[in-house]
C-alpha cells in the first residue's frame, strides 16, 4: 500500500473534489503509476485531519473519472490504460479456470441468451426499424417500449402500471438515479435499510445526500425504528427493497409493507421501491401496489433475464412523471433505444418470461446446495434468492473471514460493503450464487466456505 498523501495546498472548493483532483494529477504526472494501491479510507482521513466520508466521496469521485477503481477484500488501485477493445477484452468477468470461485456479485445465468441476443437483432436489421432506433428517443422512451414494459412489471412483478406510468432507463441503477435526483437536493435525508445496496451509497455520495440508515431485523426494515427516524430527521425519501432485501434476503411480510406505508404517508415521505429481484417470488404485493400515488418503483431485466441488457424502467405516479421526465433529459436525454427494443421483442415473444422462470429454478437449486453444506444457523434469507446472507459465528470476524475464503480460493462480499454509517455492522458475508458458472463450482465454494467456518485458527491470524 502507498504512502501517498495529496498536497491540497491553494485549493478551492470542496474537500473530497480537491483530493479527487490532486489524486488526477498524481496520476498524470506518473507519481501513482498502475496498480498502485491506494491508503484506505480510515488512513488518508487520519493523515488529512478529515472525516472517512469526505475519503470516500473523494474515491467515489475519482472512480467515477475512471481514475481508480476497488476490489472486494483487496483495497483501491489506480487504474491502467484500457486496451483496446477486443473478443478477449468481452470476457474480462470469465475468469481462468484456475482462478477464484468469485461470489461478490448477484447475478443471474446466462444460458442461451448469447444466442437470443444475436437471432434478435439479425431480426431487427431485417425488419426495417433499425433506423429509428440509432436516432434519438422520446425522453421517456418509446411509446411501444413503455407499453411492453408494463405488461411485463404487471406480469412477473404483479405491479399496478400503465404504459404512461413507466419510464425506460438503462438498468436498474440508472433508474435509481433519475427517481432519487428527482425528488431529493443535495443536503436532504434519504432514508435506506440499515445494510442496503451499495449502488445506493455510492448515489447519496454523488447526488450529495445524506443517507440515513433504518435498523433492520429477519422481517427487514423496522417499522418503529422508520417512524422515530422520520420524526427526527424529516426525510425527503426513503428507498428500500422489500423483496430478497439487498445484502440480507430476507422477504418483508405484507402486514409489515402496509406498515411502512402508513408511516411513510404519516410523514409525507416519498418511497423508492427497488424491487429487481421481485419475480423470484411470486406470492407478495410490491409497496407499489399498495400505495402507487407515493411511490417510485424500479424494475429491470438485469437479474431475471440478461445483466449486460441494461434496460430498466421507473414505475411513477402521474404527478412525477414529468419530473423524471425532466431529469432523464438532464441526466441521459433517453436511453438507448436498441437494448429496449430487444428487451421489448423477448417481452412480447415469451423470452423474457421463460428466462425469468430459468432463473427462479436455478435460484432454488443453488440455495438448496448451498442450505445443504452450510451449517443452518449461520444461512440467513429466503430461499428463492440469487444470493444469500451469511452470519459467522464466533471467533470469526468478517475481515478476517473474508481474507481467509480468498486465501482458500473463494471470493465473498463484507457486511461492510452495504452499512450505513459506522456503528452496528455485522460479522456476516453476502453470496452471490448465480455467479459461479455451475451448480458444481456454486457447491464447490460453498464446502471451501464451510470449511473455513470450521476452523478457528483462522479467525485467530490477525491477533497478535
Not at 494529477?25 to 491508503?39: I, Q, S
Not at 421526465?325 to 441526466?331: C, G, H, P, Q, V
Amino acid at each position: 500500500m502507498t504512502s501517498w498523501t495529496p498536497d491540497l495546498s491553494g485549493r478551492a472548493g470542496p474537500r473530497y473534489r480537491a483530493i479527487a483532483d490532486a489524486l488526477a494529477e498524481d496520476v498524470a504526472g506518473g507519481r501513482l503509476p498502475p496498480g498502485t494501491r491506494l491508503p484506505t479510507h480510515r488512513d488518508l482521513a487520519y493523515r488529512l485531519g478529515v472525516t472517512v466520508g469526505t475519503i470516500t466521496r473523494s474515491y467515489a469521485e475519482a472512480e467515477r473519472r475512471g481514475l481508480i477503481g476497488g476490489e472486494v477484500g483487496r483495497g483501491t488501485f489506480v487504474q491502467g490504460q484500457q486496451p483496446p477493445l477486443s473478443h478477449d477484452s468481452l470476457a474480462w468477468h470469465r475468469p481462468p479456470e484456475t482462478s477464484a470461485i468469485n461470489m461478490t456479485v448477484v447475478t443471474p445465468i446466462q444460458n442461451g441468451a448469447e444466442q437470443a441476443i444475436a437471432q434478435t437483432l439479425m431480426a431487427i436489421a431485417a425488419s426495417g426499424s433499425a433506423e429509428q432506433l440509432v436516432n434519438y428517443a422520446p425522453h421517456a422512451g418509446l411509446p411501444a417500449h413503455r407499453a411492453a414494459a408494463a405488461q411485463w412489471l404487471t406480469r412477473q412483478h404483479r405491479v399496478a402500471a400503465g404504459p404512461e406510468s413507466v419510464l425506460v432507463t438503462s438498468g436498474a441503477q440508472n433508474a435509481m438515479a433519475v427517481a432519487v435526483a428527482s425528488i431529493a437536493q443535495a443536503g436532504d435525508v434519504v432514508l435506506t435499510e440499515r445494510l442496503t445496496n451499495y449502488g445506493m451509497r455510492g448515489l447519496a455520495a454523488t447526488l450529495q445526500l445524506h443517507l440515513e440508515g433504518v435498523p433492520l431485523d429477519e422481517h427487514g426494515m423496522i417499522p418503529d425504528a422508520l417512524d422515530a427516524a422520520c420524526r427526527r430527521l424529516a426525510p425527503k425519501a426513503l428507498y428500500i427493497v422489500p423483496t430478497l432485501q439487498n445484502p440480507t434476503a430476507s422477504v418483508m411480510p405484507e402486514a409489515r409493507r402496509a406498515e411502512i406505508v402508513a408511516i411513510c404517508r404519516r410523514h409525507g415521505v416519498l418511497i423508492v421501491e427497488d424491487d429487481v429481484f421481485g419475480f423470484l417470488v411470486r406470492d407478495v404485493t410490491p409497496i407499489q401496489a399498495m400505495a402507487p400515488d407515493i411511490t417510485l418503483y424500479i424494475g429491470s431485466l438485469s437479474k431475471s433475464v440478461a445483466a449486460g441488457l441494461r434496460v430498466g424502467y421507473v414505475v411513477a405516479p402521474p404527478a412525477l412523471v414529468r419530473p423524471i421526465e425532466a431529469t432523464i433529459r438532464a441526466l441521459q436525454y433517453s436511453s438507448p433505444p436498441l437494448p429496449a427494443e430487444v428487451a421489448t421483442r423477448w417481452i412480447l415473444d415469451g423470452y423474457a418470461d421463460r428466462m425469468a422462470e430459468l432463473q427462479r429454478t436455478e435460484a432454488a437449486a443453488r440455495q438448496a446446495i448451498a442450505r445443504a453444506v452450510l451449517p443452518p444457523s449461520a444461512v440467513c434469507g429466503h430461499p428463492a434468492g440469487l444470493h444469500l446472507w451469511l452470519t459467522l459465528p464466533e471467533p470469526w470476524r468478517r475481515d478476517e473471514f473474508v481474507a481467509e475464503a480468498r486465501r482458500r480460493g473463494v471470493v465473498v462480499t463484507s457486511a461492510d460493503t452495504f452499512a450505513v454509517g459506522r456503528s452496528n455492522v455485522p460479522h456476516a458475508v453476502r453470496l452471490g450464487l448465480c455467479m459461479p458458472r455451475t451448480r458444481e463450482e456454486t457447491a464447490q465454494g460453498v464446502r471451501i466456505l464451510t470449511d473455513a467456518l470450521a476452523s478457528p485458527a483462522g479467525a485467530a491470524l490477525s491477533i497478535v
